[in-house]
């Protein structure tokens, strides 16, 4: 009920007022990301804002929440330690109104314009009226941003794709326009594919090595490749572990294999003739944001690079038993194409369009791409896009939520993923990949917002990678990076809204924490190690909380009842200015009572958030850990060896732990600021707002727990000792 109030919220253009991302008007102090609408910063420079004029009456439960209700509390409490030296707390001002927050930034070269606009009407025109207004200007008018009826996606063909000015006489021309209210130039950005590794002929491997189709059921699939699939049945081929896997036939055993459920491939396009694809391919749901077609087929190259896509469709929803390569985790399921990495450089629209795309057709969202992993990269999701995944996980499957599947990313040990605001988002699943003996990839990077693990290609045989459908028919051993990691993610969430179609996003993740397994899952280098939190449940700084386990997902889908409501509460925030150095680190505390006694108070926790801004003589040196009142310590922030900036560090950016899932938030919360470094440096946090989001009542009270070990029937224990103990 709440939540279709939300929505309203959102689609509600005229109580929002976009404020370019460089209009001077958007001082930093506007902005604020609370709730659920996250998110985010980047420098300064190009940070844009929502701001929502009027207070709405909002859902708890949603995922745009008005902060003045969040931000006070009924009560002063007592927030301000004694000790605390460093610290002042503060809640934040009632006039504080909901800020979505973009992001930008940092280590990105000189920006570019792209021959595309953002348009917003002055009031609610039609489509054919926007498309009138677009031919008059010289422009053609690509559709509406987000189904809106005030924004429009306008291109100018006669402008190079990508230059290094803005067009101005295009945006007079269009400002001019009396029906245009304002007119926004896209910059272009790079967005890369995780994982993709040059093809050499070698790789590509003949199709259609038929044998004799015979029943389903019970036993293997007589798919030609699915003895290469050691990720989906591991007997320890090549060296692999045996069980090492995705557990995938104990979910099939159970009958579920992804009927009616559609995945959509937001990347390079899919080759949708593939005969081990044709049949599950959705057609309706798909499109081609990359050349504005509802065809996504890949644009052909010599060398194969867009080859991409169509193997990450492959690992969800290959056709079983049909002699061609191998099978698909969720082998009824369905693919969708969203073509929208094929281009000089990515736009805000287009990734909005493509993450906003028919969200009730796609119920989950497969992405393998992100900024550089060139570790010192600081970007995120823009403007639209942060609109386009709330609007997607408040709206989406019909208000039940939209799942968004992250590849972690590629960038090894010198890079860290909390620094990419895609994955570290809390409403995307970020997903990285473990090799077929249980070591991590070497391409592998870790961070505390990473929620579990699938597998990939990083065994000292090449031949030991992703065994999946590619381009023309054919088939590959060799799908690689993190990229190949989130597609199987995607399919056993196929599976997993197959036996319960009623699960939320939020839903998912809960049975990620619970279901996932440690096996035997460990850092080859000995660095981070498998730790308890205060809840009992187990989790890995690179593995989030284990391998996925399609059947025990399945298995506790079928059972699953909706968690309680979800409520944001901002706990507090240290604004003064601290110097860090090299021989002094800083220790922050924030003291919270979570809210308690108002109607936001979160006690059970799911994710948080440390809002922080931070520079230093060298970014790429600092570290940050975030430390819970029950003792969990997650490492928020890594070092960067190549990181050097000195100038940007960190504006508002929303580092995310997923570490203290289930844990109790009240007490006192410390965040550590420190240089790893050899070589002097200095610095200076001058913000830390913690944001808790979670349950006020215990999450899986309803919930049988049949065997006394799993990880479900040991935090249900925890919660239910602490909820008599209250
Ligand atoms: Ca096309
Ligand atoms: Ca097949
Ligand atoms: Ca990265």
New binding site residues.
Partial sequence: MGRARVVSIIARDSAISYVDSHDSTATPTDIFATSETETVAGCAASVATTTYQNKPSVSPSAEVVDSSKIAVPSRTPSTVPADAKYISVRRRPVTMLLAVIALLCAGSSAEVFTNTFLVKMRQPAERHVADRVAARNGFVNLGPVLGSQTEYHFIHRALAHARSKRSVPHMRRLKVDPMVHTAVQQPGFKRVKKGYKPLSVDNLVPLYQIKNPANPGNRDPL?PYFQYQWYLKNTGQNGGKPKLDLNVKAAWAQGVTGKNVTTAIMDDGVDYMHP?LKYNYNAKASYDFSSNDPYPYPRYTDDWFNSHGTRCAGEVA???D?G????GVAYDSKVAGIRMLDQPYMTDLIEANSMGHEPDLIDIYSASWGPTDDGKTVDGPRNATMRAIVRGVNEGRRGLGNIYVWASGDGGEEDDCNCDGYAASMWTVSINSAINDGQNAHYDESCSSTLASTFSNGAKDPNIGVATTDLYGKCTTTHSGTSAAAPEAAGVFALALEANPQLTWRDIQHLTVLTSKRNSLFDAKGRFHWTMNGVGLEFNHLFGYGVLDAGAMVALAKKWKTVPPRYHCEAGSVLETQEVTSDRSILLKIKTDACAGTEYAVNYLEHVQAVISVNATRRGDLELFLTSPMGTRSMILSRRINDDDHRDGFTKWPFMTTHTWGEYPQGTWLLEVSFNTQTPQHGWIREWTLMLHGTREPPYTGLPAADPHSKLAIVKKAHEERSTAM
Wanted: proline share 0%.
């Fill in positions: 798919d081990d290959a056709a079983r049909n061609v390569c191998g099978v």
